[in-house]
C-alpha cells in the first residue's frame, strides 16, 4: 500500500461547482498534513496546511480525519484558475514530506 | 535569491553521459529536498540535506545518484552513465528549517535523455 493515496481523477467539472477530493494515509504516526497546488508543467505551490479542528481560506476546506486516517479539500465555486493538480502531502515528524500522486482537477466554462 | 533557482532548466543528454543539476536554494533555509517527477507521474523523493546533518540519501534510486551540498547553500545532483529511465523533471525544494515548514520549490530541469 502506497504511503500518501488520493483519489485519481480526472475532475471535470462546470464553474461553479463544488468539488471535492480526498486523501489517505497509512502511518498513523503522521503529524503534519498539507495541499499543494501544481500548475501543468510548473512546480508545486503551497495551497494550505490542514490543521486538526479543519480550516478554511476563502472557497477552500480542509478537513482531517485522524482516526479514519485521511484528510479531505473543498472547493466551492469552482472558476476556470482552479484547473490544476492538488497534491496531497503527509509528514511524519522528522522524516521527508511525502506527496501522494495528485488529483486533476478541470474546470469547465 | 528571491526564490529557489535550478540549472539548466532543460537537458538533453545522450544515454550513458554523466549529468549535473544545480540548486540553488532561498538564502538561509537550511532544508533542501530534491525530487523527481515523470511524466503525468507524482513527485518521488531523492534526497534530503538538514543544515550539516548527514543527508537522508534513502530515496536514491541506485548508486548512479549522488548529490552534495556545498557549505550548505548550493547543491549539485549528478546522475553518471545516464539511462533514458532517467528522463524527467528534476524538481529541487527548499524549507526554512526542515519538514514541516513550507516547502518552496524551484521551476525544475526537465532532463531528457536520447
Known amino acids: 500500500r502506497k504511503e500518501v493515496e488520493q483519489d485519481p481523477g480526472p475532475f471535470n467539472v462546470p464553474e461553479g461547482a463544488t468539488v471535492a477530493f480526498n486523501c489517505t494515509y497509512s502511518?498513523?504516526?503522521?503529524?503534519?498534513f498539507f495541499w499543494y497546488r501544481q500548475d501543468c508543467r510548473k512546480e508545486p505551490k503551497l495551497l494550505m496546511s490542514?490543521?486538526?479542528s479543519g480550516n478554511e481560506d476563502g472557497r477552500f476546506t480542509a478537513q482531517l480525519n485522524r482516526a479514519s486516517q485521511y484528510i479531505s479539500l473543498l472547493i466551492r465555486d469552482s472558476k476556470l484558475s482552479d484547473s490544476a493538480t492538488y497534491l496531497c502531502?503527509?509528514?511524519?515528524?522528522?522524516?521527508?514530506?511525502?506527496f501522494g500522486p495528485g488529483t486533476r482537477l478541470s474546470v469547465l466554462p | 535569491g528571491a526564490g529557489v533557482s535550478q540549472s539548466p532548466s532543460n537537458k538533453v543528454t545522450e544515454k550513458g553521459k554523466d549529468v549535473e543539476l544545480r540548486c540553488d536554494p532561498i538564502?538561509?533555509?537550511?532544508?533542501l529536498y530534491w525530487y523527481r517527477q515523470s511524466l503525468g507521474q507524482g513527485l518521488e523523493f531523492l534526497i534530503y540535506?538538514?543544515?550539516?546533518?548527514?543527508?537522508?540519501k534513502s530515496g536514491l534510486p541506485s548508486d548512479r545518484f549522488s548529490a552534495e551540498r556545498t557549505g550548505g547553500s548550493v547543491s549539485t545532483l549528478t546522475i553518471q552513465r545516464t539511462q533514458q529511465e532517467d528522463s524527467a523533471v528534476y524538481l529541487c525544494?527548499?524549507?526554512?528549517?526542515?519538514?514541516?515548514?513550507?516547502?518552496?520549490f524551484g521551476s525544475g530541469t526537465q532532463l531528457s535523455v536520447l
Open positions: 525544494a527548499s524549507s526554512a528549517s526542515g519538514p514541516g515548514e513550507k516547502l518552496f
Open positions: 490542514v490543521y486538526s
Open positions: 502531502v503527509v509528514i511524519v515528524y522528522g522524516q521527508n514530506f511525502v
Open positions: 538564502s538561509g533555509h537550511t532544508a
Open positions: 502511518n498513523s504516526a503522521s503529524q503534519s
Open positions: 540535506f538538514q543544515g550539516n546533518s548527514a543527508p537522508d
